[in-house]
């Protein structure tokens, strides 16, 4: 036990770097302009010189690139790279065509996400900006897909308790962690989430699971519209139109002897 503890508080030689280095590189999340060393070291909490250097390292491993006129910084061909080979080996360009069909089906928007931390972040789907290839990066608890991707977790995600404070983004958030907790039991027996305009007005989103193997989320599949698009009498039709999806998304996505 006391070699355990004093693993935890005296972390590897070089953690900290990787964890600053990673750190930086997520500045760049919100897509903003280009950023200078006291930006970085601004956001990080750092001295302009540690962050100029771990900058410049990773301006050499082509993480980073440097504009030589104003010398900021900006992502490097490096993530770009790792991006798209992710992107395709998780077969994610082939869910598209599947999302479309949803969308048309439906008349509502439809996104395929993933947990990043305390975020739902779409990948494919009516939500990816065409300009940018970015989707929306949401919190977890005001959304449909955050819920999904917290009611069935996979190994090693953090619980509700670590999400931090619940922003409330309208009246309707769920801003407290036990009425949160209420609710994905909720989602569980239901087998399917709803925002009704929890994080924006006017919004109403219903999502359902992609599941593997172990009944884990590994995916999370939703269609968005109005309230008078997506009513209450009409929501058994969007679930099965959303779960004929979810079932063609766990073929192409899944390995065999990972689908549910």
Not at 80 to 93: C, D, K, M, V, Y
Not at 112 to 141: E, K, N, Q
Not at 204 to 216: E, K, M, Y
Request: aromatic share 4%; glycine share 10%; net charge positive.
């Amino acid at each position: 036990m006391a070699e355990a503890a004093t693993a935890v508080q005296n972390p590897p030689a070089g953690a900290q770097a990787v964890q600053r280095a990673l750190g930086l590189l997520h500045c760049f999340h919100d897509n903003g302009p280009d950023l200078s060393a006291s930006d970085l070291a601004r956001r990080m909490g750092l001295s302009v010189s540690t962050a100029h250097r771990l900058a410049r390292t990773l301006v050499s491993a082509g993480f980073l690139e440097q504009d030589g006129q104003n010398a900021r910084y900006r992502l490097g061909p490096a993530v770009a790279e790792l991006g798209q080979l992710t992107f395709h080996q998780r077969g994610l360009h082939l869910a598209a065509p599947e999302l479309e069909l949803l969308s048309r089906r439906t008349k509502a928007t439809a996104d395929l996400a993933i947990r990043s931390g305390p975020h739902a972040v779409i990948l494919v789907g009516g939500s990816v900006r065409p300009d940018t290839g970015l989707g929306l990066r949401r919190p977890l608890h005001s959304t449909a897909l955050g819920k999904v991707l917290l009611a069935w977790p996979r190994p090693g995600r953090a619980a509700t308790s670590a999400l931090g404070p619940l922003r409330p983004f309208t009246d309707r958030t769920i801003t407290e962690p036990a009425v949160l907790e209420e609710e994905l039991a909720r989602v569980r027996v239901a087998g399917y989430a709803l925002n009704d305009g929890e994080s924006a007005d006017g919004v109403r989103t219903v999502a359902i699971p992609v599941l593997d193997g172990a009944g884990q989320a590994r995916f999370a599949l939703a269609v968005r519209s109005t309230p008078a698009h997506l009513t209450d009498d009409r929501l058994d039709w969007f679930l099965g139109h959303a779960r004929t999806c979810a079932d063609a998304l766990s073929v192409l996505l899944l390995p065999p002897g990972q689908r549910a």
